[in-house]
């Protein structure tokens, strides 16, 4: 079954975010920010590279510290 979202721990809770949703991960120090495309942050204790290893390929690392998602930059991509 392919994923679908990003797991991201809160309080005594897993959220499931939709990788549609994400605009884009950064870390800073040992936390990871998850952003969505509202703008909605969240952060994870989990590194950078175990959560770049559960993303889809239209994820790509532009930065070592930040993984975008494509689909949510508008400007680069035009649909025919």
């Known amino acids: 079954k392919k994923r679908t979202s990003l797991p991201i721990k809160k ?3 897993i959220k499931l975010i939709d990788f549609e949703d994400i605009a ?3 870390s800073k120090d040992k936390y990871v920010n998850v ?3 509202n ?3 969240h952060l994870s204790d989990k590194s950078l590279n175990s959560l770049n ?3 889809p390929d239209y994820f ?3 930065h070592r510290w930040s993984p975008d998602n494509l689909y949510s930059r508008n400007c680069f991509w035009k649909v025919y």
């Open 11 to 13: 309080d005594n809770s």
């Open 35 to 37: 952003v969505e495309v």
């Open 53 to 55: 290893e559960l993303l």
């Open 24 to 26: 884009y991960l950064n």
């Open 39 to 41: 703008g909605t942050r």
């Open 60 to 62: 790509i690392r532009v």
